[in-house]
């Protein structure tokens, strides 16, 4: 077998210059959103760097990733708000060029220079060293590095609830087919049992031959979701219980009654129970399994100013959120409000008597910051949102502004 003589370092430029092509590639890689002006700040960002007064009081001179990493957690390393994502990006611009895909293995240098830090995958002055030379042999390995690229956050913190939560309207799961009979006359159901629905109006349950088994997703109760301050109903919460597959749709079919007059059968829809939360039981609905969502968020503040409020937290037993909880907050698309955008927690200064003064007057402290959130599923008028850290309980009704 030949030998060729190639540069160690020009095979790492090559490495890089292969993870960035994987970008654009149709398999193994999510092509994810960047905003326009996402890449405007990169592209400034990457000219010029940040300044040093931005940086993390511990940010590390140089760090490798690891498997088990997130970009936040990243990010919040080096800069102080970790939901800057287009600085830490743009100080990556030549190397890194798109901020959803950096993987375990590389590693981060960080420069300080004139005020202004920058962060690079080679130390400073690595450009200019001589290479050094190695004879190598040709083999061949194939790895889909887009499987590996760190996510945003940790994964199994979100995907329940893109799975579980539904905001409807107040007709919304009304409308819906449901389950009208269960085999053997049983009361409950769960997983691996048989089942009939039937739907109404345009939610008719039909099957189609030769394509793919129809998947639902199974909810009961609507619980309204009253603004804090206004009382208005936003929306209504249904109550994830579990998933079925429709086996076959629902038909009509010709017969006689008993005094042999012609009449017209209903046949239901047949389902099969194939996830449990909860036992599930006649009357609750069916709504259909929306595709799959891309599970990478670019964290981001908000462009306008948020004025928003806790509206519930998760979870009919729960009074107060902690870290890694999920909320309901009172604003959606119609208010702008986008996946990745993070929001800060305010906790409600206290009321007290100001004993120095001898009116004694009622002063209000002043609102502080208890933490940070990100939104991660939006509706119209509510989103959901992921408690990323706290320093108290969170409540409903606490404010969220942007973060500063």
Same mark, same amino acid.
């Given at each position: 077998?030949?030998?060729?003589?190639?540069?160690?370092?020009?095979?790492?430029?090559?490495?890089?210059?292969?993870?960035?092509?994987?970008?654009?590639?149709?398999?193994?890689?999510?092509?994810?959103?960047?905003?326009?002006?996402?890449?405007?700040?990169?592209?400034?960002?990457?000219?010029?760097?940040?300044?040093?007064?931005?940086?993390?009081?511990?940010?590390?001179?140089?760090?490798?990733?690891?498997?088990?990493?997130?970009?936040?957690?990243?990010?919040?390393?080096?800069?102080?708000?970790?939901?800057?994502?287009?600085?830490?990006?743009?100080?990556?611009?030549?190397?890194?060029?798109?901020?959803? &895909?950096?993987? +375990? $293995? =590389?590693?981060?240098?960080?420069? /300080?220079?004139?005020?202004? #830090? *920058?962060?690079?995958?080679? !130390?400073?002055?690595?450009?200019?060293?001589?290479?050094?030379?190695?004879?190598?042999?040709?083999?061949?390995?194939?790895?889909?590095?887009?499987?590996?690229?760190?996510?945003?956050?940790?994964?199994?913190?979100?995907?329940?609830?893109?799975?579980?939560?539904?905001?409807?309207?107040?007709?919304?799961?009304?409308?819906?087919?449901?389950?009208?009979?269960?085999?053997?006359?049983?009361?409950?159901?769960?997983?691996?049992?048989?089942?009939?629905?039937?739907?109404?109006?345009?939610?008719?349950? &039909?099957?189609? +031959? $030769? =394509?793919?088994?129809?998947?639902? /997703?199974?909810?009961?109760? #609507? *619980?309204?979701?009253?603004? !804090?301050?206004?009382?208005?109903?936003?929306?209504?919460?249904?109550?994830?219980?579990?998933?079925?597959?429709?086996?076959?749709?629902?038909?009509?079919?010709?017969?006689?009654?008993?005094?042999?007059?012609?009449?017209?059968?209903?046949?239901?829809?047949?389902?099969?129970?194939?996830?449990?939360?909860?036992?599930?039981?006649?009357?609750?609905?069916?709504?259909?399994?929306?595709?799959?969502?891309?599970?990478?968020?670019?964290?981001?503040?908000?462009?306008?100013?948020?004025?928003?409020?806790?509206?519930?937290?998760? $979870?009919?037993?729960?009074?107060?959120?902690?870290?890694?909880?999920?909320?309901?907050?009172?604003?959606?698309?119609?208010?702008?409000?986008?996946?990745?955008?993070?929001?800060?927690?305010?906790?409600?200064?206290?009321?007290?008597?100001?004993?120095?003064?001898?009116?004694?007057?009622?002063?209000?402290?002043?609102?502080?910051?208890?933490?940070?959130?990100?939104?991660?599923?939006?509706?119209?008028?509510?989103?959901?949102?992921?408690?990323?850290?706290?320093?108290?309980?969170?409540?409903?009704?606490?404010?969220?502004?942007?973060?500063?």
């Amino acid at each position: 077998m030949p030998n060729f003589t190639v540069a160690a370092k020009v095979i790492g430029v090559s490495l890089a210059l292969l993870g960035s092509s994987l970008v654009s590639a149709p398999a193994g890689a999510q092509n994810f959103p960047i905003t326009a002006g996402q890449k405007a700040t990169a592209t400034q960002v990457a000219q010029a760097g940040v300044p040093v007064s931005e940086l993390a009081a511990n940010a590390p001179e140089r760090y490798t990733v690891k498997r088990g990493d997130t970009l936040w957690a990243i990010s919040g390393m080096f800069l102080k708000s970790a939901w800057r994502w287009p600085e830490l990006w743009g100080m990556n611009l030549a190397d890194i060029r798109n901020p959803h &895909l950096i993987y +375990p $293995g =590389q590693t981060l240098y960080l420069e /300080r220079l004139n005020g202004r #830090a *920058t962060l690079r995958s080679r !130390p400073a002055g690595s450009e200019n060293a001589p290479l050094d030379t190695v004879r190598v042999s040709p083999r061949t390995r194939i790895e889909l590095l887009a499987s590996d690229a760190l996510p945003t956050l940790k994964s199994h913190l979100i995907e329940p609830f893109l799975a579980e939560p539904v905001i409807v309207d107040e007709n919304g799961l009304s409308l819906a087919p449901r389950i009208v009979a269960a085999q053997d006359g049983r009361v409950l159901l769960t997983r691996g049992d048989r089942a009939y629905a039937r739907g109404q109006g345009a939610a008719v349950l &039909l099957d189609a +031959p $030769g =394509q793919k088994q129809k998947a639902y /997703r199974v909810f009961r109760n #609507a *619980t309204p979701l009253k603004d !804090p301050v206004t009382a208005e109903i936003l929306g209504y919460e249904a109550q994830y219980v579990g998933k079925a597959l429709l086996v076959r749709g629902e038909s009509t079919q010709a017969s006689v009654d008993k005094d042999g007059k012609p009449r017209t059968d209903i046949i239901p829809a047949t389902i099969d129970i194939v996830a449990a939360k909860e036992e599930m039981r006649v009357g609750d609905r069916l709504l259909p399994e929306p595709p799959p969502q891309l599970l990478s968020y670019a964290p981001r503040a908000p462009q306008n100013p948020v004025n928003a409020r806790i509206v519930s937290v998760y $979870g009919s037993a729960v009074v107060n959120a902690a870290q890694n909880q999920v909320v309901v907050i009172n604003l959606g698309t119609r208010d702008g409000i986008e996946s990745g955008h993070v929001l800060a927690i305010l906790k409600d200064g206290a009321r007290l008597i100001d004993k120095t003064d001898a009116a004694r007057p009622e002063l209000k402290l002043p609102d502080e910051r208890n933490g940070l959130l990100m939104v991660f599923l939006t509706f119209e008028k509510l989103s959901y949102a992921l408690v990323l850290d706290i320093t108290d309980g969170v409540k409903v009704g606490d404010r969220l502004v942007n973060p500063r």
